[in-house]
T-cell receptor
Framework: DAKTTQPNSMESNEEEPVHLPCNHS???????IHWYRQLPSQGPEYVIH???SNVNNRMASLAIAEDRKSSTLILHRATLRDAAVYYC??????????????FGEGTQLTVNP | KAGVTQTPRYLIKTRGQQVTLSCSPI?????VSWYQQTPGQGLQFLFE???????NKGNFPGRFSGRQFSNSRSEMNVSTLELGDSALYLC?????????????FGPGTRLTVL
């Protein structure tokens, strides 16, 4: 599977926007970019995904570079509840990997009150 | 709609024993995957099942096995437990195997091997 690179940790203040970067220079044309997060003592939770265009949902926005070699997860107003490990994951087509998710080390987001 | 449930939530075993963990997916979901999470190795894929068939397997020894039943419920078994098997075991379900399908994770089973 193609590899992703994320900063180990980031800090933010409550109610401020947070931009979490992810580099994936070896992404293939059919890989989807998924973001999951894991709150303390919980299983991972889906955040957002996209292929080529920027995406928005109630939780976050995903900005994808034109060459798709990087992406940024944007939390518009961080809350204390957003403190978690955020994982950027590339998902190849099911024919090659099924529903498997390959997790990296992720970014530990700390939100300060 | 009920989420993914895993039983038991906590388990303590001794080396050499075997253990069976259970996962009930979200109603209507046919794909179930299992992951192991440890502080040293992070989240690692164990295997996935779809329509009672194992579709994909991670790089784990044969002591780790699983199965899926006709109602999509899944079990994983670890035989001859080792200290290094102490981990959080997570189950995830999804509708199918499509790359766009969201994986929904359960709370996990915390296994401690003494």
């Amino acid at each position: 599977d193609a590899k992703t690179t994320q900063p180990n940790s980031m800090e933010s203040n409550e109610e401020e926007p947070v931009h979490l970067p992810c580099n994936h220079s070896t992404i293939s044309g059919t890989d989807y970019i998924h973001w999951y997060r894991q709150l303390p003592s919980q299983g991972p939770e889906y955040v957002i995904h996209g292929l080529t265009s920027n995406v928005n949902n109630r939780m976050a926005s995903l900005a994808i570079a034109e060459d798709r070699k990087s992406s940024t997860l944007i939390l518009h107003r961080a809350t204390l509840r957003d403190a978690a490990v955020y994982y950027c994951i590339l998902r190849p087509p099911p024919a090659t990997s099924g529903s498997r998710l390959t997790f990296g080390e992720g970014t530990q987001l700390t939100v300060n009150p | 709609k009920a989420g993914v449930t895993q039983t038991p939530r906590y388990l303590i075993k001794t080396r050499g024993q075997q253990v069976t963990l259970s996962c009930s997916p979200i109603s209507g979901h046919r794909s179930v995957s299992w992951y192991q999470q440890t502080p040293g190795q992070g989240l690692q894929f164990l295997f996935e099942y779809f329509s009672e068939t194992q579709r994909n397997k991670g790089n784990f020894p044969g002591r780790f096995s699983g199965r899926q039943f006709s109602n999509s419920r899944s079990e994983m078994n670890v035989s001859t437990l080792e200290l290094g098997d102490s981990a959080l075991y997570l189950c995830a379900s999804s509708l199918s195997l499509r790359g766009t399908d969201t994986q929904y994770f359960g709370p996990g089973t915390r296994l401690t091997v003494l």
